[in-house]
């Protein structure tokens, strides 16, 4: 594409000359990032006040110019390359801390905030702010959200999503929303994040702040094997004891590192994990000692605690040395990033250690052990059209046997252009067609960061979904005979909520079974018409516990449906739906991170049942009862659908066939 | 006049602190993982990809690899790799210590560029190779400076012709009272050849002709033995950072051998001031990497080099009793020091207790080597981003491991915040 005179005269009356880039060496500049994707833009345009983003957006669209916002660029999935050319957004001058209020710990940010500097401007006040992905130091809050970055300490304080509180979003049309995750309707800032900037652009964030803890224990804690380690951290979950971080690393991996860094690691061992814990100086004293216990009882062949600020330091210094220690090794590293049920970390990790030596490629494996997520770190030289394409190879491989045992191709990096072909291995070919309604609704011109996530010729490459639950496979058909014939559906559960004594009432009545209660994993999956009461009874039989409130009437789909407890929303890991038009989509599953494709709980969280039918969904349990799970719950409340729903909906559902009052609908 | 044709070879060594590789390999090494991004200065004040180490580095890979001609972008690729202020602070970032700065100064070299005035290159280089006629055109330049005469030129404007505007920032960062360090030691009738020299004293160009109290102090540090003075001996930095690479290597190579006949068998230790000086120096053996006969001999020499923080205070005084809040800047040219500002601060904390603000005030490199005298840098605005720094801090003064840095720094702490100053560290030698 090329882009058009008139065009750039108005960018740089609107942004001034020096801020409108469109020679060779800046294109270049701003075609790639961390992976090894290059794709130039036809401009560059850097905004130096948030201000701007509005208008210039509204410029944008009016032209049919494509755009790509970039920040610093260091995600490894090719999400900021600019594939179909057009305007690159250099957002890297956004970075006011607006506010920090520690009152009522919130921080105000532009999206161009990098996360270390916000995290530095905390300290002083004793507060943190809890996200800390490996680039923090010099990776964007914005980018964070846009590709629902974690990090270490993921397991204790949840991602970036979790962290956010409210943002304002500006949809490729330049229209402005105020998002939070608790506000009535679909959780339009949970689908937001890890979209990778397909939506639109952010263009101020509320982040949630949290007091520093007082204090930090840190363990250093070698296994004769794998298997030995995992099972360690699940006896942790299962005693309720959640650390702040848990990182670990393979045998082969801990030699490298000690060869580069010497931070004294046993190389003897087959695994290595490193355990920190944090809060009250009593509380880390009893949860060292039950860390222990738990440590030996799993065969461990040494537990080591830091005893000095120096000695953690040193503990810490090899992990963090593990990249630069494969960066010594060979011009390039690619770095890898799959998740698998934790239960599945042992065999999947074989299966990609001999993946990897299969390829002839050289790999550390990093992984944070209680999420089931790892990195790969491959060196390779990139001047070897050999080399690169072993490395592709095996990558591609690495992240299918990742779906083989049920996990996802990206925990945290996002999938960008280059897992963009897998996500037709990971999804079905319905679940892809809802992603790009999704897109189409939020951006109907397909401006915003085009050609990502979703895979080209999906249609022809992505498996159609196989169902082999009978009663949803009823439900199936008899929603696509409504929607052949044109008739309106209302979704009911256990009328708790949505009061509706319609003809045309369909009910989860006959979903309700509870599947699963994985104490290996910690978690549990249940069918949309279970009642929530029932649900907690079968969970307490077990010894386990979920965030959900004991006192609420419906059922667990309905629950989900109207938000009424919009804090279990952030502990559902994944959703199985029948859409308007009979299609079942399906997403995540028993993983703790899933960054690829968009967030589908969060998208029929609080829907209402006005775009779709819940039939089945996974969440995470806990060994112990979380604080106050309980209250009243949230009524649905009358509120007129926003455009974004709207559009949304006359995408899914454009005959209006799946009705709800809350959102304009009615119960005929 | 023809023009310098760019002749960047991919095969060029440059070295690292990973070894020498060819400037291809080198360029090969960045992952683009843009760990260095804030860490460097003029990507801070620029906020543009252009303006940082990762995309300079993948600018020198598009020109090796012949995707975009020099001729076509000189001018951006001018001000890019002239905003470069060549700290090596990113390689300090970077997981594979990519010498960016190496990779900078090659691209320079390969245009033929400079940014540095002609003239005071030309002028500098009497300051080796004729150092009596040095002294006496900058005793004459000091008379003009003491009568007026200079403040009367950049009053009438004469000083801000571009071929003279170094002048005019000469004259703005000097202090008024300026004599040479040969004149005062003369004065002082102090040996600079005594007898059975147990040290070798290698004073800065700042320390000899732009603030002679550095050079005196470090004298008083090195009072318990004797030790020889090496006047107007250069270290070939400036040539190495302006000027000729090769002229560069001849003043390495007549200091190394100064040093070893001074030394005479005994490796005697030689002490600079300067940090950037003392860490080129340090950096020896990687200038002499291609010479394998140098190699072992500049290892040698770079072993006996001492910075003056590792030397003991002399002080009489007793120690935290200086009440301003202090803070300390490192900034250095092509090599990380975090050696010796660890052990520096360590001594200002014993020295200055609470009152010594214990963290690195800021993330802007203050122009040393003379870099401010250059055209393109953006040297007034990283020393107007330390004063920022200073004033949000609080600070009252600022010890800078360099002298340049000292004067920059302090001169525009005289014009936007007087309530601090900033001087050379070794002025704690002075405090009471």
Redesign the interface.
Known sequence: MRISHRLLTQLQRLLGPENVLT????L???G???SQSRHRPDAVV?VRQTTLLEPLLCLLAREKMPFVARA???NHAGSCAAVQGGVVI?L??L?DIYRIDTAHAVAEVAP?T?T?DLQEALAPLGFFYAPDPA?E??STLGGNLAQNASGARCLKYGNTSDNTLSIEFITPCGEIFVLRHDAPGPDWLGLIAGSEGTFGLIKRMQVKIQPAPKHIKTFLVTFPSLADSVQTVTDLVAQGLIPRCVEAMDQITVRAVEDFAHAGYPTDAAALLIIELDGELKQIKQEALCLERICRDNKCLSFVAARTEAEREKLWRGRRAA??AM??LA???AVGDGTVPRSQLPQALAQVRHVIEQNGVTASLLFHAADGNFHPQIIF???SPQQNRRVHKALQEILRTCVDFGGTISGEHGVGVEKRALMAYQYSRETLRLFQKIKDAFDPLHLANPGKIIPLGFEEKAAPHTETNPAVLTLAQDIKNRFIQKQPSVVLGANSQLKSSSAHRLSTAPLNKILDVDKTNYMAVAEAGVSVKQLLTALHAANVYAALPASYPGTLGGLVAAKAWAEFIPHLTGIEAILPNGDIVRYGGKIMKNAAGYNLCRLFAGSAGALGLITKLTFKIYAQPLPQIDGPARALLDFAPDPLFTALKKQLDPDGLFRAAPFGGTHD | MTKKPFLLSPQRLVSGP?GPRTLD?SV??C?????C??SCPSYLLH????FSPR?RN??LR?LLEC??KPS??EP??KR?FFSCQLCARCSAAC??ELPVAEHVLALRRAGGWSSMPRLLVYFMRLYGAHPLVFDKIISGILLLRRAGILGLLRISGVLSLPFLRWGAHAHTILPHSLRTLRTVLKKQKTALTPDNPQRIYLPSFEAQYADTNIGLYTLQLLKDKPAHILLAQPSGLFEYLYGSETISLTQAKNLLTRWEKLSARRKLPLVTDGLETYLFLKHYPLLFASLPGWQKRAEDFAAQVKYITELPLCKTGPAGTTNAKTGLDISSVLYPSDTIAERTRKILKTHLGKNFVECEYSRFVLPVAGSAFAEGYCAREVTLENVKDVSRQQLEQVYCLSGWAALELNAALRRHYPQARARHWIYVQAEP
């Not at chain 1, 020679?23 to 800046?26: N, Q």
């Open positions: 020679d060779a060496i800046s270049a500049l701003n790639y990032d961390c850097t610093a660029a260091t250099n890297n001058p970075t161009g990098v270390g680039s130091k010099v990249y630069s960066a010594a011009p390039n590293v030289d990139a001047r | 990973r390999c090969d090494y992952t683009r993982c843009n760990a991004v804030q906020r543009e990809e252009a995309g993948q600018i598009l995707k975009i076509d972008n951006l690729l890019t997981a594979g």
